[in-house]
């Protein structure tokens, strides 16, 4: 068997996800059957200080430092951590509101970069951000983690092969049951419009994830059609204004001449709704996935779901019962499952992709589009600075 090979990352950020994301890379690759390629976590940078990245590295590398994993540096500044010549990816964990401005600091030094979702704040952002990336011949990457788990594919898979005949309506929940004012002060980014806060682009996001990841990219990329948004409600959150539930009505063209009509979906977020109230599936699945053959079940939470049921169409004729099948998914290595789109990265990087045929730029442009379009119809504005596409931007420090 041949050597993995190594990719090193820069971890931008020591907030809660780059400490997710770092422990899930450094998992063992081999228990999820990984063996082409090795991560290794080589610099950290913290724009608070570089104690804060010394921190971070000694309670989440050093740890799981072994002969794989060299030296990791620190850096108080991430304009540091971009001129670093022993990293090969960086990985963006600052809040939505800073992803443009920081994602082009690596694109301008010519750092690969996956970056966290949402993507940017709008999709004028994302385009000027995969144009510079292609014209600089530079991979760039939406982290949407869901896409690349097991289950997601799986899913995929039965719609491409036909299992669902054609989808026809999709329903997606991310709702968390939290109360805004009971459990976020205003300056977190949960809700803070100076960091782009909201449940749209927070958690929205993968609601439309799996409307896009069903009803989108599982057609040929010459059929695929960006949907009308039909209807959006909005609720403010009383204290900041970002949205703290948002519903959305999409209608998909049709697929084909031979389409029998367009595809529905309701895309539905909230922070103070729960989409699994007692945490035992007793509310029934976050997502149905509905063709003409039968349906796909998908418990939640949205953004990390272990089991899904099919649900193939009964015989009406033949008065037979339906047969549905349940399928679960494990996390090997005791990990979140962030490290399946680290892989991915991993390998486009080492190949020498630009991009992730599951999150293609085209795609993830599509669907800032949409998330867009809701914010206009639900009146939802950021800060100018936050919306801009000049670069370089010095944005204010904000609490998240
Ligand atoms: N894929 C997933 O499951 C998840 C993804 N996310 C995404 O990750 C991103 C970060 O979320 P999360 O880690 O929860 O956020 P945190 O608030 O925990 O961390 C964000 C970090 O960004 C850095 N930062 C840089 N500039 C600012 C600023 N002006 N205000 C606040 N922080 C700043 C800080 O690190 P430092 O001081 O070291 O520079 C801070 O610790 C978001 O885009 C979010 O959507 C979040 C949770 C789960
Ligand atoms: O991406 C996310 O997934 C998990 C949620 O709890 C978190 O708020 C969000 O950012």
Redesign the pocket.
């Known amino acids: 068997m041949s050597k993995p090979t190594p990719i090193r990352w820069g971890i931008?950020?020591?907030?809660?996800?780059?400490r997710?994301f770092t422990k899930d890379l450094l998992i063992d690759p081999q228990t999820r059957g990984t063996t082409d390629i090795l991560h290794q976590v080589t610099a950290v940078?913290?724009?608070?200080s570089i104690e804060?990245?010394k921190k971070?590295i000694s309670e989440n590398v050093t740890p799981r430092q072994n002969e794989d994993n060299p030296k990791c540096s620190a850096y108080g500044s991430?304009t540091d951590l971009v001129k670093d010549p022993a990293v090969d990816i960086i990985y963006v964990?600052?809040?939505?509101?800073?992803?443009y401005q920081n994602v082009m600091l690596c694109l301008e030094a010519n750092k690969a970069v996956l970056c966290?979702?949402?993507f940017t704040v709008n999709a004028d952002q994302a385009r000027i951000l995969y144009k510079t990336a292609k014209q600089k011949n530079l991979f760039l990457m939406e982290?949407v983690?869901t896409r690349y788990f097991p289950l997601s594919i799986s899913i995929r898979k039965r719609i491409t092969s036909g299992d669902l005949g054609e989808v026809l309506r999709v329903n997606a929940d991310l709702s968390i049951g939290l109360p805004p004012e009971e459990n976020f002060p205003v300056s977190n980014?949960m809700i803070n419009k100076d960091?782009a806060g909201g449940c749209l682009?927070?958690l929205g996001i993968y609601s439309l994830t799996w409307v896009f990841q069903t009803l989108y990219h599982t057609l040929p990329p010459n059929q695929r059609q960006p949907p009308k948004v039909k209807g959006v409600s909005m609720t403010p959150e009383p204290r900041t204004g970002a949205d703290e539930m948002t519903t959305m009505l999409l209608e998909f063209p049709k697929s084909t001449p031979t389409s029998q009509t367009t595809a529905h979906a309701i895309a539905t977020t909230a922070l103070r709704v729960d989409d699994d109230p007692d945490n035992l599936d007793s509310a029934g699945p976050a997502i149905r996935i509905q063709g003409t053959k039968g349906e796909i079940q998908v418990y939640g939470p949205a953004?990390r779901p272990s089991k899904y049921t099919y649900i193939p169409c009964r015989n009406r004729d033949k008065g037979e019962k339906g047969n549905p099948e349940v399928s679960e998914f494990e996390f090997p290595g005791e990990g979140q499952g962030?490290y399946w789109e680290a892989d991915e990265a991993a390998r486009c990087w080492r190949d020498g992709k630009l991009e992730s045929e599951a999150m293609s730029w085209e795609e993830s442009t599509v669907i800032m589009d949409v998330m867009d379009e809701v914010r206009r119809q639900g009146g939802l504005e950021y800060p100018s600075e936050i919306e801009s596409t000049e670069y370089p931007l010095d944005?204010?420090?904000?609490?998240?």
């Open positions: 931008m950020a020591t907030g809660g996800i780059a997710t940078a913290s724009s608070s804060s990245a971070f991430y964990a600052t809040p939505h509101s800073h992803h966290e979702k949402a982290a983690w980014r960091l682009l927070d953004y962030m944005l204010k420090r904000r609490e998240s």
